[in-house]
């Protein structure tokens, strides 16, 4: 009740129907508004909470938190799931200093959000030498360049290839699959297929 908190919202909220989402016999909606009333900032985390995500793609007219809170400063921790790097630092960050840390033109931390996939993939020598994958079953293909099997890198910022996942062992290219895209306001609507 005193207020001054950091609210953390995980999840899309629907707007076509609050029935999409209840919670205790209420609209999500209503429990974020109330929650967000008295809080210093609130920190969207994921890609659903940020700006819709896959669910905004759907009949749910889902939305990230910075289309139903209008009034208070939101931090934007966009990816799928989000990185719990990018969790403790964001909220040490306001703690210790706060203040807001420095944020791009979507809402999200510079820190974390400043560069390309792209430029920092371990793919990316092959894509200056011009090789592409074109062939999963190609053995000589392995490491190659996926831009030509989706890979949404060249157009998606955030620190995936040099933070990666589950300890700092993996993220999706290192898989073998391409980047999603998942940490872009556009994700998931505008960057299907996700596959070529």
Same mark, same amino acid.
């Given at each position: 009740?005193?207020?001054?908190?950091?609210?953390?919202?995980?999840?899309?909220?629907?707007?076509?129907?609050?029935?999409?989402?209840?919670?205790?016999?209420?609209? $999500?909606? +209503? &429990? =974020?508004?109330?929650?967000?009333?008295?809080?210093?900032?609130?920190?969207?985390?994921? @890609?659903?909470?940020?700006?819709?995500?896959?669910?905004?793609?759907g009949p749910t007219g889902a939305a990230g938190?910075?289309?139903?809170?209008?009034?208070?400063?939101?931090?934007?921790?966009?990816?799928?799931?989000?990185?719990?790097?990018?969790?403790?630092?964001?909220?040490?960050?306001?703690?210790?200093?706060?203040?807001?840390?420095?944020?791009?033109?979507?809402?999200?931390?510079?820190?974390? $959000?400043? +560069? &390309? =996939?792209?430029?920092?993939?371990?793919?990316?020598?092959?894509?200056?030498?011009?090789? @592409?994958?074109?062939?999963?079953?190609?053995?000589?293909?392995?490491?190659?360049?996926?831009?030509?099997?989706?890979?949404?890198?060249?157009?998606?910022?955030?620190?995936?290839?040099?933070?990666?996942?589950?300890?700092?062992?993996?993220?999706?290219?290192?898989?073998?699959?391409?980047?999603?895209?998942?940490?872009?306001?556009?994700?998931?609507?505008?960057?299907?297929?996700?596959?070529?």
């Amino acid at each position: 009740k005193e207020g001054g908190y950091v609210l953390i919202v995980e999840g899309s909220i629907p707007t076509a129907d609050d029935r999409f989402c209840m919670v205790r016999g209420l609209p $999500f909606k +209503e &429990l =974020v508004l109330e929650a967000a009333s008295n809080a210093a900032t609130i920190i969207a985390v994921g @890609a659903c909470a940020t700006y819709g995500g896959i669910p905004a793609a759907g009949p749910t007219g889902a939305a990230g938190v910075n289309k139903i809170v209008t009034n208070k400063p939101i931090i934007n921790l966009s990816t799928c799931p989000v990185h719990v790097d990018h969790l403790v630092g964001t909220v040490l960050y306001f703690l210790t200093t706060r203040k807001l840390p420095p944020l791009d033109n979507h809402g999200r931390p510079f820190m974390y $959000f400043g +560069e &390309l =996939v792209h430029d920092n993939c371990r793919r990316r020598s092959y894509f200056e030498e011009g090789k @592409a994958l074109s062939d999963w079953n190609d053995p000589k293909q392995k490491n190659w360049c996926l831009i030509n099997r989706g890979c949404k890198g060249p157009n998606t910022y955030a620190d995936c290839p040099v933070r990666r996942w589950n300890d700092g062992l993996n993220f999706c290219i290192d898989c073998g699959a391409g980047c999603m895209g998942c940490a872009e306001p556009t994700f998931y609507s505008q960057m299907s297929p996700l596959f070529a």
